[in-house]
């Protein structure tokens, strides 16, 4: 079955950055879409980044766009998130999550890894 | 941006009753050229990660109880639960696919 499992969280000082990984497992992941989306604490969702299934194509949040780097290795199976100049405000457990295509809903996610951005 | 807004932000229903949930989207996610609705449900259980109950705003997810439905065309939508269940204690998002990905602020359900 379809398995999604991050890591990389914890806590960094302003202006910082941190790399998220999530391995993937279960289906083929070089043949389908991928995005992160964030959760701040007690607060809903917001999708942050998309790539396409071969890393052709990326799509960023206002919010992240030109600090978070959304990439992907199809010979680990893993995507990643790298965020530089990090701010409090993306204080949030972040999830990966798999596309059904190229550009649609989001059927399978990961547990998720919270990143603290505080000093 | 696709701005989505729930109503309401929270609701308590009795076991066994209706629970009705509604999504407006601030432009039309029907693609016209295949008719369908880019339009997305998901519960997210205390602790947990969301989990996809509905897409194309009508098709209810493998594996999910069919007292989930969804309904609706262009900017409104509405999910219902036909009979609440001590397990559907969650809050539930919609989602537009239709430019980007943009989710509803959260519809969280309690018991009555």
């Known amino acids: 079955q379809v398995h999604l499992v991050e890591s990389g969280g914890g806590v960094v000082q302003p202006g910082g950055s941190l790399r998220l990984s999530c391995a993937a497992s279960?289906?083929?992941?070089?043949?389908?879409?991928m995005h992160w989306v964030r959760q701040a604490p007690g607060k809903g969702l917001q999708w942050v980044a998309f790539i396409q299934y071969d890393g052709s194509n990326t799509n960023y949040a206002d919010s992240v766009k030109g600090r978070f780097t959304i990439s992907r290795d199809s010979s680990k199976n893993t995507l990643y998130l790298q965020m530089n100049s990090l701010r409090p405000e993306d204080t949030a457990v972040y999830f990966c999550?798999?596309?059904?295509?190229?550009?649609?809903?989001?059927?399978?996610w990961g547990q998720g890894t919270l990143v603290t951005v505080s000093s | 941006d696709i701005v989505m807004t729930q109503s309401p932000d929270s609701l308590a229903v009795s076991l066994g009753e209706r629970a009705t949930i509604n999504c407006k989207s601030s432009q039309s996610v029907l693609y016209r050229f295949n008719k369908e609705n880019y339009l997305a449900w998901y519960q997210q259980r205390p602790g947990q990660p969301p989990k996809l109950l509905i897409y194309w705003a009508s098709t209810r997810e493998s594996g999910v109880p069919d007292r989930f439905s969804g309904s609706g065309s262009g900017t409104d939508f509405t999910l219902t639960i036909s009979s609440l269940q001590a397990e559907d204690v969650a809050v539930y998002y919609c989602q537009q696919y239709y430019s980007s990905w943009t989710f509803g602020q959260g519809t969280k359900v309690e018991i009555k």
């Open positions: 999550a798999k596309d059904r295509w190229d550009g649609g809903d989001f059927d399978y």
């Open positions: 279960g289906f083929n992941f070089s043949t389908y879409a």
